[in-house]
């Protein structure tokens, strides 16, 4: 199987999350089957892909097929539109953007399951990043991200809004009032949480005081999630891939991987890099919460998410 990097393997070593099981109830019969009725009739293999961390892949022929759940993050409306700005920006000529295949029916998109959303992008044989972003490879990402910035925004874009509400510590403390006791790490979970109930308030009200900052007359696309993870180096050139993430949004959002892997930009604002620092600690901590209050097991996915949750809880 050639290698891709739409979101990317860790390197040997590496501590980077993937989703090593496959999804409750989706069949590798049913993948295949979807991608002979939308994109290839003649796809005859199928191989699911443990790459990620929040949707699932396969590698079927000559696609990279993608499995969203649609709720928390996307509706199916939003997840289409997303996907096909990300077309319409490659159209323009950013040749770096892995683009979505459109199925039959010209969507970039087709349902799968109750709360599910198949996609499929070119498979591209290549070497993925490792996190890691060298003085070559963060010239080359600020460009990506200078070219990005200045694009006219595709229409139907969604915009940028804060992802966890100024109510957060309280509801953790509601929540975190009585145990946990729906898998392995409910309990170890919700003890951190209470430990760290005071900080996820200051965290939160100065979240949203700099979002309250923000102009969106001056929001540019963002992919949101530009690191070297989300980055394919291929014999034509590096691709910036997983644009799932797609939103008008300040252009501190990317820029914050530069600034924190040591690369300093200039158009990045020391206030906006802290809001989107504190968007990923929240965020984190908000999604970890859910999973381990509600009914979980001992997979290697649970102890990279408690993992996760405790880092974010601990760190600077």
């Not at 319409?88 to 349902?111: N, S, W």
């Not at 291929?234 to 040591?262: I, N, Q």
Request: avoid cysteine.
């Amino acid at each position: 199987m050639p290698t891709t990097g739409y979101e990317s393997p860790p390197s040997p070593g590496s501590t980077a999350p993937t989703v090593r099981e496959r999804p409750p109830g989706v069949t590798d019969a049913d993948i295949l089957g979807a991608v002979r009725a939308h994109w290839d009739d003649g796809a005859t293999t199928v191989e699911h892909v443990p790459l990620g961390f929040g949707a699932h892949h396969w590698w079927v022929g000559g696609l990279f097929v993608t499995l969203d759940l649609l709720g928390r993050r996307h509706t199916r409306e939003t997840l289409e539109n997303t996907y096909a700005a990300a077309v319409t920006l490659a159209a323009r000529g950013l040749e770096f953007v892995l683009a979505g295949v459109p199925a039959r029916g010209g969507t970039l998109t087709v349902p799968l399951g109750a709360a599910g959303a198949l996609s499929a992008t070119p498979w591209r044989t290549g070497t993925p990043g490792d996190g890691s972003i060298t003085d070559e490879r963060a010239a080359t990402t600020a460009g990506f991200l200078d070219r990005l910035h200045a694009t006219t925004p595709p229409a139907g874009l969604r915009g940028w809004r804060p992802l966890v509400g100024p109510d957060l510590a309280d509801d953790l403390a509601e929540r975190t009032a009585h145990p946990w006791t729906g898998g392995a790490h409910g309990e170890t979970a919700r003890l951190a949480l209470r430990d760290h109930l005071a900080r996820v308030a200051t965290w939160t009200a100065d979240y949203h005081r700099l979002a309250a900052t923000t102009d969106p007359a001056t929001w540019v696309p963002t992919h949101g999630e530009p690191d070297t993870g989300n980055q394919l180096a291929t014999p034509h050139g590096v691709l910036l891939v997983d644009w799932e993430s797609l939103m008008l949004a300040p252009a501190e959002r990317d820029l914050r991987t530069l600034v924190d892997a040591g690369h300093p930009h200039p158009r990045a604002g020391d206030d906006l890099l802290a809001l989107f620092d504190l968007e990923w600690r929240l965020d984190e901590v908000a999604q970890y919460a859910t999973w381990f209050e509600e009914p979980h097991g001992d997979t290697e996915n649970d102890r990279i998410a408690l993992g996760g949750l405790l880092g974010e809880l601990s760190r600077a």
